[in-house]
């Protein structure tokens, strides 16, 4: 998951700058030195380069230089091989068997093999980092000679190829696992090294091109320099006026930049936005408890107006939180909940709180100012007393995570494989499950989807959406068309599921 505009720590990032700083002195980005030269404007910046601590979103193109991952994601959100050449399931789906390459070398020349690879997922799952659960269905992780890797899970998991490819996937030496600068030094054997001496934390992340990469086809540029700006008009200015070559924008900037005839404007189908409705169960929140006052939620916020005025009309309306690309997309879903102030307030009155009830959730200078006024206003009209608890930018995520509320605003991508998106909110284990609600219904179809052979499955991932929708397990407003911006030098395509486009996705428009 990620919020929109999302700043890094800035203690954090300090930490990094320190420790890589006085190991050489910089050159300016742009200046020539590289005959194909690849600058990017990044609205965040690593806290680590640990894989074990690495994110998705924008994350990966500080990642993806230096690190392959098992499997590569392609633009379509399929997957192909990377350092797995090939893969198979057995055993009802619990257990999958990799072949790997065996012509791979770490930048630090220690030789990519099985036992490499099973170390750098066993340190992944056992890390305790951010994205640790989409391993979480492993059991246990074994090789058969250098180049076969066998993955034994407890129960199928329909997302594991795809989670892959992501930072679960990333492959690093084993030899930095006990380097105390783990954080800083990242060793890989991907297209690129970061280049220490160049790079300034908070100013330029440099890379260049790792001569001796198995494959040159991915190895489009001799240079690459991702620059972190906060700011999306620095980052728009950098772009207008040549010092980059691509960056993320947001609604507010689309119109800005198609004036400019030098730029294109690129989307993607990005985030469903609105309220995650944490507390099924009524832990925190017992109103929250009754499926009519979740349904009375859903009815109380005018998302045409919040997509028009907030948005500025670029998205989708919504009641559902997969990717219309996903096996559970059902349309008919997306016009479920229609504003309906008297219905909502009908709908508490049944559930026996005519009067509404108290309602306090996170918030912080990640989200747009306009939201928690809107949520407020919205959910007054029927009843709802909405109260916001301010929290440091730094502390939001965690601080959503913490148990203590019993919803939150939240942007969450939607995958491409429905169960990504299921493993990260539905399953009574999933992070973002974080008061552990639990539904024989739903534990039924999570079974049956598991069990399923082949391209059965997609019928029961579509009833699984339909009863989330009825039950309003969350309150989805809109998915957002995520814009991307380039300029005139580069060409490149969009990531499906994926705020930013992947790094292998880029390429010289000369």
Not at 217 to 235: S, T
Not at 252 to 277: E, P, Y
Request: with cysteine; net charge neutral.
């Amino acid at each position: 998951m990620h919020s929109p505009g999302r700043k890094t720590a800035v203690a954090a990032a300090a930490a990094l700058m320190l420790a890589l700083s006085g190991c050489g002195g910089g050159t300016a980005a742009n200046s020539g030195s590289a005959t194909k030269e690849l600058v990017l404007g990044a609205g965040v910046e690593p806290q680590s380069f640990d894989p074990a601590q690495s994110r998705e979103a924008q994350f990966v193109q500080y990642f993806q230089p230096v690190f392959d991952t098992l499997v590569r994601r392609l633009p379509s959100g399929e997957t192909t091989g990377m350092l797995a050449t090939g893969w198979e399931y057995a055993r009802n789906n619990t257990r999958l068997t990799l072949k790997l390459r065996d012509d791979v070398k770490f930048t630090d020349g220690t030789a990519f093999d099985a036992e490499a690879a099973k170390a750098n997922l066993d340190r992944f799952r056992k890390a305790d980092g951010p994205l640790s659960g989409s391993l979480g269905a492993v059991k246990d992780i074994s090789t058969s000679g250098a180049a076969t890797l066998v993955i034994d899970l407890s129960t199928p998991d329909p997302s594991l190829v795809y989670n892959l490819g992501g930072p679960a996937g990333l492959m690093q030496s084993t030899k930095q696992f006990d380097n105390p600068d783990i954080a800083t030094q990242p060793v890989g054997s991907g297209a690129y090294r970061l280049d220490r001496g160049q790079t300034t934390p908070g100013a330029k992340y440099v890379y260049t091109a790792n001569k001796d990469y198995w494959n040159p086809e991915l190895q489009k540029f001799d240079r690459i320099v991702i620059e972190p700006m906060a700011d999306e008009n620095a980052r728009l200015n950098a772009l207008r006026s040549g010092q980059i070559d691509g960056a993320i924008g947001t609604a507010k900037t689309i119109s800005q930049v198609k004036a400019v005839k030098t730029l294109t404007v690129h989307t993607v189908s990005g985030d469903w936005q609105g309220l995650s409705l944490f507390d099924r169960g009524g832990k925190k929140v017992p109103a929250l408890r009754d499926v009519k006052v979740r349904q009375a939620i859903n009815y109380a916020i005018d998302k045409k107006a919040v997509l028009k005025n907030v948005g500025l009309g670029y998205g989708e309306v919504t009641s559902q939180i997969f990717n219309p690309a996903s096996e559970a997309y059902v349309k008919e879903l997306d016009d479920r909940y229609e504003y309906d102030v008297k219905k909502a307030k009908s709908l508490l009155a049944e559930a026996g709180y005519p009067n509404g009830f108290a309602l306090k959730m996170p918030s912080s200078s990640d989200v747009d100012p306009a939201i928690p006024q809107v949520v407020k206003d919205q959910l007054a009209a029927v009843g709802i007393k909405v109260s916001w608890t301010n929290v440091p930018s730094a502390q939001y995520q965690p601080e959503q995570q913490s148990g203590k509320y019993g919803a939150a605003y939240t942007a969450f991508g939607q995958q491409v494989v429905a169960w990504g998106n299921i493993s990260q909110l539905i399953t009574e284990k999933a992070p973002w499950n974080v008061l552990g609600s639990k539904d024989d219904k739903v534990d039924g179809l999570l079974s049956k989807i598991t069990t399923a052979s082949g391209g059965d499955s997609g019928g029961t991932y579509r009833e699984l959406n339909t009863y989330l929708v009825e039950n309003a397990w969350f309150s989805p407003w809109y998915r957002i068309q995520q814009p991307y911006y380039t300029g005139p030098d580069i060409t490149v395509e969009m990531q499906n599921g994926q705020a930013v486009p992947s790094i292998y996705n880029y390429a010289s428009a000369k």
